[in-house]
């Protein structure tokens, strides 16, 4: 019997209508680790998001456009349907199991207090109750598991990287909570708590075994009251002894991470907030016996703008990354001609050049290291049986980030390894207009994230042409490289938020068809203030360069190419002394062709 | 004793905290009628929007930015405190008062479910309860007062104009009711039942005491159920004959208009939808006693979409406006040099030109007749008493409309009288170069108006400028002027939503510097199919000259300057032969100095 069969006669057994299977964990991660991939041990379904419905005689996965494909690829064998993500999808397939389904359980620890809302709207709509089960029926037969991480070594976050101290910035949300009226606020989202608390762990060496990033962060709860006593719901022997004196010098409670739902049970009686996108429903019930729970991402939104101090702490790690990716895209030049490489290889040669500094500690994503039509699905990762070889594709993407003390890089380069053809030459030229053009824009405080996403669209979508992606996210400091605000077409989506000085936003649009190529150019900018009073832009982070064998000077404007002129000879200036003979002189002749470009003749 | 006074001693006599006041009517309606404006009663601001809470001994009204000043100017002498709009703002109003007031008194016929929701969580954050209350204590007050357009004539929208007949819109949203397994729905909205029932009136033959329009539409409300069966809520002795007959054969039964709440009160149990931003919390209090209340735009959304046929009936309207406009701006500049004008006698003028051609049946809006420093006020209408004379300004600005069967037009222009200064056309130009962006923007199907809303403000911004309004919104066709979507920055405004085929939108980026001058320029486009598969576009409709004199042409672009004298041409070819000889020579010299500019060379 497969996994699915198994929990099928499970739910049989024990007289359970359905099961709703998330990828998220009990932490309700972005990226699920190892022991809490419920959905790919019932599924096979490997991917970072998706969710499952498990009836005792059916079964569906609900998948977003990226990973369709891998859906049905991963679930041969299994009798489960696969299915688009989102409202319309789950009601009409939901619909048609009436019959079959009067009450459907979830798991209210992996289940979001926002997403129970959707999932109970789309079981009125289908005439389906939706309830918490008392324990998920996944773990009563999934037991030979163990998290090799829970264990992992707490440090304390320095305040050179941090920016400001854990004392100042629980004061700042205690504060908050005054002005509020409120009583406490529960910190959910294990990136708030390292945020909040300056913590951090070194879990980031390396990627989990389907590929997916680890964060730097332990997994962990706390929990402020408004006159700033704090409770921090971790494993103390985690703590490294520095990072144990100064929690006790700050008066932060250290309770185990059991602890929380008893603490949660006993609150007064008052009222509390926290980020209920990121807050167990589980969680949430129990906070809302002892009062009213209010909806508030403070400690997101403050994590967000970064201050002076943090934007400085994270400048070496662009520098050292922008000089890994140099000297890789210089060995990929001199290396495509003589010998064979696969996406495998490129990979790891980068993740080798960055490895060469000790301040590296790991990847901050997958190497989404992709040639010709893997590149056309923006969310592939290579593995080792089918990688392709670049030598064999015109064009080659590959993304991929490092986490450094103080900065996440995450960028993307689309270099011609082959002869381009026009086309690429084409659509490369206007993702490069479109993500200048974001890069260069100037606009007003209170601009929204969504506003800005179709500046960099404008010269595809001229062209007829357009990418189904966010222009950019929000990114963290050695920490998650997604974070809020998103720069993306969805205005309704929870990540569209005002910009705001201090953020690092990446700037990544793309074009991509399918089973032929993509391209995709992403580098990171910090929001600095405008050269007009009230207005804010951005300084590009990321030292990236640009392949001039993919630029049509004639479809540039004569201040376009001088920005391009501009930042190559930037970039020369920058790491000329630090490359050996032959990543010089490849980096020469790319900073001159730039040069060398003229526009076409206004007409 | 003034109104607010006799309202405060009412308040006193019969034990209430305190009122919340809206400007919004029974209907819920954007511009309130006469005898409906309790508002304007109460606290003297003459407005169309604005909202006061009014305790037994304090007062505030709250208006959005626009309004403060003359909400100032109204209010002196009475002690009532003038606060922005908005949430933050009555939050920190209310706070203070927490010791005089437990329970704020609300009307739930003129409160939408949504306000109500709003107020009850602005309450909340200030410990103040929210309740409705029995009568409205104004209308206890307020006795000597009729409504004059009450019992007009509504008449048979023919189908030429509305596209398709109500017994076809009814089915539509019968069959979307079925869909979604709704028993009925209740459109509370008045520009939703004329446009589902193709009925009008002729209300808009005049602006109203304080110079707003008047909808050409009746204040009535329907019912659909999903089998298609229609209530009408009207006095049927306004229905003229023909009308009668058809809405007989349509088989749409009639009910007195203050049959809705017993019909509502006697509802069958089950599922019901309406629009709940425009449904009176009163109505669906009554509905929910029926069962599940959810909230459904589907007939706004529906008929903010208009058919091919609707866009057909609506060109001979902008052409017959875009004649009008060309002779008024030519009698402007052809007698300013030997007459005084004021902005009053120019939009009489305007009025008068208009009047000239019979389809004329009224203004859409108040003439907001500008000289010099009014333009800066962005909803400045002029009085009798406080008029400008245009002579003294170097700029006009004159932003009007008019209803035509099947066309509701609302255009901008601005010109210079006297001589423009360097700052005047740097401003004009960068305006222009948003408006033709934006008229020009292709963009894929999906693309919400949100995300437009930056293509028409980046050449300002890229100059440090801004405008505080919206850069468009949605039109009705012998309507009011303003529907969904809007193309504003606000992502979580309820009228952003997606740019769909036939939608006619508002295209109005403008410059205001206080005190000095403002520019705005306002043009009606459709949406059309782009000239790529899966895209959209613009088509402009309306036909109004811009001003060269307030070009600089070494900001343009070829591209745009080519724009703008092919759009001139097109004027010129459109019009010459149906202008007098004097008109004629002054629209070819504007003609004329477009064809001479020349762009800048590129560097």
Redesign the interface.
């Known amino acids: 019997m497969n996994h699915l069969e198994q929990l099928q006669a499970y739910l049989r057994a024990h007289d359970i209508d359905g099961l709703v299977v998330p990828s998220t964990d009990e932490y309700l991660s972005e990226f699920t680790r190892e022991p809490y991939k419920r959905l790919e041990w019932a599924t096979r379904f490997s991917g970072s998001t998706g969710m499952a419905i498990v009836l005792r005689d059916d079964a569906a996965i609900f998948v977003d456009g990226r990973y369709r494909l891998q859906a049905e690829r991963e679930t041969v064998g299994l009798a489960i349907t696969v299915c688009d993500t989102g409202d319309a999808a789950q009601i009409e397939w939901l619909s048609g199991k009436r019959e079959a389904v009067r009450t459907l359980g979830i798991d209210a620890r992996v289940t979001s207090l926002n997403e129970l809302a959707r999932l109970e709207r789309i079981g009125?709509?289908c005439g389906i109750a939706v309830a918490s089960l008392a324990a998920n029926p996944i773990d009563a037969i999934w037991t030979d598991r163990e998290d090799a991480l829970s264990g992992s070594e707490i440090f304390d976050y320095a305040l050179e990287f941090a920016g400001r101290s854990a004392a100042e910035k629980i004061d700042r949300i205690a504060a908050h909570l005054g002005d509020?009226?409120v009583a406490g606020h529960l910190v959910s989202d294990p990136e708030d708590v390292a945020w909040l608390l300056n913590v951090r762990t070194d879990d980031c060496r390396r990627l989990d075994r389907q590929g997916w990033q680890i964060l730097p962060i332990p997994l962990t709860r706390a929990f402020v009251a408004d006159d700033g006593r704090t409770i921090w719901f971790v494993d103390a022997a985690r703590l490294a002894p520095a990072l144990r004196e100064r929690v006790a010098a700050d008066g932060i409670v250290l309770r185990e991470p059991e602890a929380i739902e008893p603490f949660l049970r006993q609150l007064p009686q008052g009222r509390y907030s926290a980020n209920l996108g990121r807050t167990s429903a589980g969680h949430a019930a129990l906070t809302r016996q002892a009062g009213?729970l209010t909806d508030d991402p403070v400690v997101a939104h403050t994590r967000w703008r970064k201050t002076s101090q943090e934007i400085a702490a994270a400048r070496p790690g662009y520098d050292k990354d922008g000089l890994a990716t140099i000297r890789f895209l210089a060995w990929l030049h001199g290396s495509i001609g003589s010998q064979n490489i696969s996406e495998m290889e490129a990979a790891a040669r980068l993740h080798a050049f960055r490895g060469e500094d000790p301040a590296y500690r790991g990847p901050s994503m997958p190497f989404m290291s992709s040639a010709g039509p893997s590149a056309a699905m923006p969310h592939y990762v290579p593995k080792a049986e089918t990688a392709l070889r670049l030598n064999d594709h015109p064009l080659f993407l590959l993304d991929s980030g490092a986490q450094y003390l103080g900065c996440s890089t995450d960028n993307t380069l689309t270099t011609a390894l082959g002869r381009p053809e026009a086309r690429h030459v084409q659509a490369h030229t206007l993702v490069i207009k479109g993500w200048i053009a974001l890069a260069t824009?100037?606009?007003?405080v209170?601009?929204?994230s969504?506003?800005?996403?179709?500046?960099a669209?404008?010269p595809l979508?001229?062209?007829?042409m357009?990418y189904r992606h966010g222009t950019g996210h929000g990114v963290g400091n050695y920490m998650n490289i997604h974070e809020g605000p998103h720069i993306r077409?969805?205005?309704?989506h929870p990540m569209?938020a005002e910009i705001d000085l201090g953020m690092i936003i990446a700037n990544e649009p793309g074009l991509y068809r399918q089973g032929d190529f993509g391209i995709r150019v992403e580098s990171h900018m910090a929001v600095v203030p405008?050269?007009?009073?009230?207005?804010l832009a951005f300084e590009t982070l990321s030292a990236l360069p640009i392949d001039p064998n993919l630029i049509d000077p004639t479809l540039l404007s004569?201040a376009e190419l001088q920005w391009l002129q501009d930042y190559h000879r930037g970039l020369w200036g920058r790491y000329q002394d630090r490359l050996d003979e032959a990543a010089a002189a490849w980096l020469a002749d790319w900073v001159a062709k730039f040069d060398a470009m003229r526009?076409a003749?206004?007409?």
Chains 1, 2 share one sequence.
Do not use: N
């Open positions: 009125e709509s509020r009226g009213a824009a100037i606009f007003p209170g601009t929204s969504v506003q800005l996403d179709a500046i669209r404008q979508w001229d062209a007829g357009d077409p969805q205005f309704d569209i405008g050269s007009f009073e009230g207005f004569a526009v003749e206004a007409t």
